[in-house]
Nanobody, 124 residues
């Protein structure tokens, strides 16, 4: 499975940005997710979506501001970032796994496939 993330860039605080992650080469993923790594920090969970049901999970830090969704036809997952804050500045990575269980959606070590990352910079 190959994951191609895109959509990062510079955005003002309070604006909006949408990230995309297209999956190819065997797309039977049970979960797809977004993680991020801010400068000097460890990679952290942002959001995940169960591919078939559309059930979503969010980190508390982004709940109410970010929305994850997927397009089953295009095998693409999106992260709509509304009202971003400077502390959301990070490299955002998409991840996927064919057999993940729900209790592990926030664990980056549980994902088998990763995209290359896309940089999001939020200016104040």
């Amino acid at each position: 499975v190959q994951l191609q993330a895109s959509g990062g860039g510079l955005v003002q605080a309070g604006g909006s940005l949408r990230l995309s992650c297209a999956a190819s080469g065997g797309t039977n993923s049970r979960y797809m997710a977004w993680f991020r790594r801010a400068p000097g920090k460890e990679r952290e969970f942002v959001s995940a979506i169960k591919w078939n049901s559309g059930h979503t999970s969010y980190a508390d830090s982004v709940k109410g501001r970010f929305t994850i969704s997927r397009d089953k036809v295009k095998n693409t997952v999106f992260l709509q970032m509304n009202s971003p804050k400077p502390e959301d500045t990070a490299v955002y990575y998409c991840a996927a796994d064919p057999s993940l269980i729900s209790s592990s959606v926030g664990n980056d070590h549980a994902y088998s496939y990763w995209g290359q990352g896309t940089l999001v910079t939020v200016s104040s």
